[in-house]
């Protein structure tokens, strides 16, 4: 399921692992569910198996920042400011930023492949409040 970026909870892989007990007769439907020590047990089992904190789509794009897209991004602004002339014209240069935030519930761990990573995406239906800021160095 990790290759289609899908992982489980702790309490659906219990779930089952009841459920496929009560399939091979090794428990009865009123029995009670598996232990957190049989969870354990089964990752000790399953070493390609790991419990993983699903990153957000912001995390992802911060670690995929990488020092060659930095450089060509000072590059690129280096080249505007001497085009249009601003170097020596701190007052003429702003910088304007925007932050979406989303009152999203935090994701809880998951079971998933070793090779990998979940992610979570945030709901559609959720509210966004839009921030921005704009100021230079004066």
Same mark, same amino acid.
């Given at each position: !399921?990790?290759?289609?970026?899908?992982?489980?909870?702790?309490?659906?892989?219990?779930?089952?692992?009841?459920?496929?007990?009560?399939?091979?007769?090794?428990?009865?439907?009123?029995?009670?569910?598996?232990?957190? #020590?049989?969870?354990?047990?089964? !990752?000790?089992?399953?070493?390609?198996?790991?419990?993983?904190?699903? #990153?957000?789509?912001?995390?992802?794009?911060?670690?995929?920042?990488?020092?060659?897209?930095?450089?060509?991004?000072?590059?690129? $602004?280096?080249?505007?400011?001497? #085009?249009?002339?601003?170097?020596? #014209?701190?007052?003429?240069?702003?910088?304007?930023?925007?932050?979406?935030?989303?009152?999203?519930?935090?994701?809880?761990?998951?079971?998933?492949?070793?090779?990998?990573?979940?992610?979570?995406?945030?709901?559609?239906?959720?509210?966004?409040?839009?921030?921005?800021?704009?100021?230079?160095? $004066?």
């Amino acid at each position: !399921m990790g290759a289609v970026c899908y992982a489980y909870t702790r309490a659906e892989v219990v779930d089952f692992g009841s459920k496929y007990a009560v399939h091979l007769g090794m428990k009865t439907k009123h029995d009670k569910q598996l232990s957190l #020590k049989w969870f354990y047990s089964f !990752m000790g089992r399953w070493p390609e198996l790991k419990v993983w904190r699903p #990153k957000t789509i912001s995390e992802l794009r911060d670690k995929a920042t990488s020092r060659t897209s930095i450089y060509r991004y000072f590059d690129e $602004l280096d080249r505007i400011m001497e #085009k249009y002339e601003l170097k020596d #014209k701190p007052r003429s240069v702003y910088n304007v930023d925007e932050k979406g935030l989303q009152l999203n519930f935090k994701p809880p761990n998951v079971v998933a492949s070793a090779e990998y990573v979940p992610y979570t995406l945030s709901s559609e239906k959720s509210q966004t409040t839009t921030v921005m800021e704009c100021g230079n160095s $004066l």
